[in-house]
């Protein structure tokens, strides 16, 4: 079945314990990225990749990092994690394209205490 | 700056009713756009996809329409049923992967 996975979905955590967040695709979709989402700002982009190695800043880039190691693994890393890093993280996949639908995640729920 | 609105915020309908939400989006320039359904505590549910060459698409009750120049999109709903419950969002894509979504439209269909 073709989907994205990420794990863990749901985690408690401590201000400053580094964490990451894995997502994976089995579609061998060329591109990849990193939303979060919080009440009344909607989804918005941290990071997106257009292939291995090859990574760049969305509008929330701060206190997060990436790396584009394999084509279907996008990890998202926290380094010093804060409590206003608290939100529901989404990634998602497409084939690259005009008609390249983004295929998401079931999400990860973060709470940084 | 590149930013995406949808209006209205929240809509509630009886049941049977056609409905229409909108999306407007600033810079014309996009690569395409994707309209998006997410239930609670879910993640998001593809509906359509608008490439930036094309004026509409249909999938059973929806369609979706694009008017580039002005920077405006809208989801037309028919027939509206208590399933269609959910929040819509409306995705815009310009250059290289660079993805920017509305703050949604919150939609209850009254039995």
């Known amino acids: 079945e073709a989907q994205v996975t990420q794990n863990p979905r749901y985690l408690i955590t401590v201000t400053g314990k580094k964490l990451t967040v894995t997502c994976s695709q089995n579609m061998n979709h060329e591109y990849m990225s990193w939303y979060r989402q919080d009440p009344g700002l909607g989804l918005r982009q941290i990071y997106y990749?257009?292939?291995?190695?090859?990574?760049d800043k969305g509008d929330v880039p701060e206190g997060y990092k990436v790396s584009r190691k394999e084509k279907r693994n996008f990890p998202l890393i926290l380094e010093s994690p804060s409590p206003n890093q608290t939100s529901l993280y989404f990634c998602?996949?497409?084939?690259?394209?005009?008609?390249?639908?983004?295929?998401f995640g079931p999400g990860t729920r973060l709470t940084v205490l | 700056k590149q930013e995406v609105t949808q209006i209205p915020a929240a809509l509630s309908v009886p049941e049977g009713e056609n409905l229409v939400l909108n999306c407007s989006f600033t810079d014309s320039a996009i690569y395409n756009l994707q309209w998006f359904r997410q239930d609670p505590g879910k993640g998001l549910t593809s509906l359509l996809l608008?490439?930036?060459?094309?004026r509409e698409q249909t999938s059973g009750r929806l369609n979706a329409s694009l008017d580039k120049s002005s920077g405006r999109s809208t989801l037309y709903i028919a027939a509206s049923q208590p399933g269609d419950s959910a929040t819509y969002l409306c995705a815009v894509r310009w250059g290289g992967f660079k993805t920017i979504f509305g703050a949604g439209t919150r939609l209850f269909v009254k039995a």
């Open positions: 998602a996949s497409s084939r690259g394209g005009f008609t390249d639908t983004q295929y």
């Open positions: 990749s257009m292939n291995v190695e090859v990574t």
């Open positions: 608008i490439q930036s060459s094309q």
